[in-house]
């Protein structure tokens, strides 16, 4: 009977006192399992010191049918690597890095991430206070997804890639 104020934050009240955990929003359904978006970027971020702290979005994706056995969405992490990272990424450590992030939130967070695309330093895309706008990342994502899809496409064809569209984060932002 009392009124109820909707703000979108979770939180809970225990002796007599509000205790705000989080954001609706920031909430991930994988495989049955309710997770934080903020626990597994924690995880992630933790798991190489190549990864750029406050850098690291995890988003709930929709695979294209890949054969892979999802269940629904799937988690993608989208990361920024600190700058002295970005040469042994780019020079083919990216897919021990993205091995490493990998691991460390399977091990943490008992999920698997379907994708880890590790960005170059300040290329995340951000609010002007800071926080990590997630669900343009996860446009961006599928974006990101489409362009290199067609890329392959037009590989095994013997043709000429089209050039991608303005992109939310460039293609040569991408390092892995």
């Known amino acids: 009977g009392e009124p109820i104020l909707c703000t979108g934050d979770l939180g809970f009240v225990w002796e007599s006192r509000l205790y705000i955990v989080g954001r609706i929003k920031d909430i991930l359904c994988i495989r049955g399992r309710t997770l934080h978006a903020h ?3 924690t995880c992630a971020e933790a798991a190489h010191t190549a990864m750029r ?3 690291c979005a995890a988003l709930p994706v929709v695979p294209p049918d890949t054969g892979q056995d999802t ?3 799937a988690l993608v992490l989208v990361a920024e690597l600190k700058p002295e990272a970005e040469k042994a990424a780019a020079a083919g450590g990216g897919a021990a890095i993205a091995e490493a992030v990998r691991d ?3 091990e943490a967070e008992g999920v698997k991430a379907y994708a880890v695309v590790l960005l ?3 290329t995340i895309l951000k609010t002007t206070s800071g926080k990590l706008r997630r669900r343009e990342l996860r446009l961006a994502y599928a974006e990101l997804d489409d362009a290199v899809r067609a890329a ?3 590989a095994a064809d013997g043709r000429k890639a089209e050039p991608a569209q303005k992109l939310r ?3 040569d932002a991408v390092l892995h």
């Open 169 to 171: 984060v460039p293609l």
């Open 152 to 154: 392959a496409a037009a």
């Open 71 to 73: 269940d629904g969405e």
């Open 53 to 55: 702290p406050g850098c």
């Open 120 to 122: 170059r330093a300040r």
């Open 39 to 41: 626990d597994i970027e």
């Open 104 to 106: 460390g939130v399977r």
